[in-house]
């Protein structure tokens, strides 16, 4: 064989050799798209730390069409790319459990109240910072009457001059929370008194002299009056005096 044949039968040899690995890689790729596609079926999405948003509103929004049917593609996405920003939610984690078995961890910013401006309802959290706006109100989160701003930054604290007045609002927002009181709405009159709003109920506290007293009885009372409508008068409600009267609507 002379180099010139030699050399022929060693470039075939090598283009032999080149078509027989990219079939091989071609048939590993197959495989395991075919194994991907059959052996990575979701069956079972756990959704937890959801409170303003219902399971199947974060699965729809975190899943969507693309990767709907696979535990494997969609565990990958989200640690490549995480879920884009969704009002009222810090972030989102998914944990591959199995092979057909996903769970989301919601993780939402924690609200205290909000304040109408314009016309977009501004909610903030226990320290007063504005986190969200939407022009929605959440039936969860007590909005706040009574207070004038002229201007509301994203990310700032509420633009309240008073700083008397605004830690008064925040110490009312956190006991609310803190003792779980079903409350839709909170007024200041313009003397700065408050006065909340559950369901039919309208309570008047006065101002916040004994504003922990009084919110620490209020859900016993609310229990009390269930299902009643009328005003209930705690201005001078005290442990010690325990003044309270329940006027109820004619």
Same mark, same amino acid.
């Given at each position: 064989?002379?180099?010139?044949?030699?050399?022929?039968?060693?470039?075939?040899?090598?283009?032999?050799?080149?078509?027989?690995?990219?079939?091989?890689?071609?048939?590993?790729?197959?495989?395991?798209?075919?194994?991907?596609?059959?052996?990575?079926?979701?069956?079972?999405?756990?959704?937890?730390?959801?409170?303003?948003?219902?399971?199947?509103?974060?699965?729809?929004?975190?899943?969507?069409?693309?990767?709907?049917?696979?535990?494997?593609?969609?565990?990958?996405?989200? &640690?490549?790319?995480? $879920?884009? %920003?969704?009002?009222?939610?810090?972030?989102? *984690?998914?944990?591959? /459990? !199995?092979?057909?078995?996903?769970?989301?961890?919601?993780?939402?910013?924690?609200?205290?109240?909000?304040?109408?401006?314009?016309?977009?309802?501004?909610?903030?959290? &226990?320290?007063?910072? $504005?986190? %969200?706006?939407?022009?929605?109100?959440?039936? *969860?989160?007590?909005? /706040? !009457?009574?207070?004038?701003?002229?201007?509301?930054?994203?990310?700032?604290?509420?633009?309240?001059?008073?700083?008397?007045?605004?830690?008064?609002?925040?110490?009312?927002?956190?006991?609310?929370?803190?003792?779980?009181?079903?409350?839709?709405?909170?007024?200041?009159?313009?003397?700065?008194?408050?006065?909340?709003?559950?369901?039919?109920?309208?309570?008047?506290?006065?101002?916040?002299?004994?504003?922990?007293?009084?919110?620490?009885?209020?859900?016993?009372?609310?229990?009390?009056?269930?299902?009643?409508?009328?005003?209930?008068?705690?201005?001078?409600?005290?442990?010690?005096?325990?003044?309270?009267?329940?006027?109820?609507?004619?």
């Amino acid at each position: 064989m002379n180099r010139e044949e030699q050399n022929t039968y060693d470039s075939g040899r090598h283009l032999h050799k080149g078509w027989t690995i990219a079939g091989i890689v071609c048939i590993i790729l197959l495989a395991a798209g075919i194994i991907i596609a059959t052996q990575f079926h979701i069956e079972s999405i756990q959704v937890t730390g959801n409170v303003h948003y219902t399971e199947e509103e974060i699965i729809e929004k975190v899943i969507g069409e693309e990767y709907a049917n696979n535990t494997l593609l969609l565990f990958l996405r989200y &640690k490549l790319r995480p $879920v884009q %920003e969704i009002p009222f939610i810090e972030k989102i *984690d998914v944990e591959y /459990i !199995s092979n057909h078995s996903i769970t989301i961890t919601v993780y939402e910013k924690a609200l205290a109240g909000c304040v109408k401006f314009m016309d977009t309802y501004m909610y903030f959290d &226990k320290d007063g910072i $504005v986190l %969200e706006s939407s022009s929605q109100k959440m039936e *969860d989160i007590p909005c /706040i !009457s009574g207070i004038k701003f002229d201007t509301m930054i994203m990310n700032e604290p509420l633009p309240i001059e008073d700083k008397d007045f605004f830690n008064m609002v925040l110490t009312l927002t956190q006991l609310l929370q803190k003792y779980d009181l079903p409350v839709d709405d909170i007024r200041f009159t313009s003397q700065k008194e408050i006065v909340l709003y559950c369901d039919d109920i309208k309570v008047l506290l006065g101002d916040d002299s004994h504003i922990e007293e009084q919110l620490s009885e209020l859900g016993n009372i609310l229990k009390s009056i269930e299902g009643r409508s009328g005003t209930l008068y705690m201005k001078d409600y005290t442990i010690e005096k325990g003044d309270v009267v329940f006027r109820e609507n004619q």
